[in-house]
């Protein structure tokens, strides 16, 4: 999809965001748009990053960060996704920040989604592949679990072969369900009770709304009402 779309959407964001708010700075190209009208607008904001690449980009911008046991509650945050459906459930995790996500997600009133308008799908998991975070010392048993249960399975790796390292310094399990998931709450809480772990890429319950850009640079907004 299009730069436009994404960076309609990451401006969208950015007008919910008001001087004096506590935020959550996602991760990823379409936050970076977010991050940019944030900074253009000088406002007077504060915000928890959730990667050391947001983090790093929050610098150079000259937007202030906080550190998660800083804050209480966030007013709002805003973060990308790598597919949603139409009752907001989103897969995250393809820039391999989904535990940091998750965190700084549930530490807020308010968690909006944006991406662009062809992430949004029926069923979630059949094309993009679900992050699964795992400690290293788990990563063999984690995967033939996921196995036994029927997901295909790879471990993420970076561009050279080697196996990717988190932020958390964990590693990532890419998991796909042929034809996609029926019940993305209950994988949610099966794939996040196996021992070893960390984060499941699927954020159910969290997002109040989307606001999905289009390549003519429009915004659809999904949401309870629509
Ligand atoms: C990173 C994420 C991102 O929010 C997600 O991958 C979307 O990224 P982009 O806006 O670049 O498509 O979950 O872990």
Do not use: Y
Not at 23 to 37: F, K, N, P, R
Not at 73 to 97: C, N, V
């Amino acid at each position: 999809m299009s730069d436009a779309a994404k960076r309609a959407a990451g401006r969208a964001g950015a007008e919910l965001v008001d001087s004096g708010m506590r935020l959550g700075l996602g991760s990823g190209s379409t936050v970076e748009h977010l991050l940019l009208a944030i900074a253009e607008r000088k406002l007077d904001v504060a915000g928890v990053p959730t990667s050391t690449a947001t983090a790093a980009r929050c610098r150079e911008l000259g937007i202030e960060l906080l550190e998660p046991d800083e804050v209480d509650r966030l007013d709002l945050a805003i973060d990308g996704a790598d597919e949603l459906d139409r009752q907001l459930t989103a897969t995250k995790g393809g820039g391999a920040a989904l535990l940091r996500e998750k965190v700084v997600a549930n530490m807020a009133d308010r968690f909006v989604l944006i991406a662009t308008e062809d992430k949004l799908v029926d069923r979630l998991a059949d094309t993009f592949p679900l992050p699964v975070e795992v400690v290293p010392f788990a990563v063999g048993p984690v995967g033939r679990e996921l196995t036994a249960r029927g997901f295909e399975v790879s471990r993420r790796r970076v561009a050279g072969g080697e196996p990717l390292v988190t932020d958390n310094h964990n590693a990532i399990l890419d998991v796909r369900w042929p034809g996609g998931l029926d019940d993305p709450a209950v994988t949610d809480v099966a794939i996040s009770l196996i021992p070893g772990v960390m984060c499941c890429g699927l954020f159910v319950g969290f997002a109040e709304q989307a606001l999905l850009g289009r390549a003519v640079g429009e915004v659809t907004r999904v949401g309870p009402s629509t």
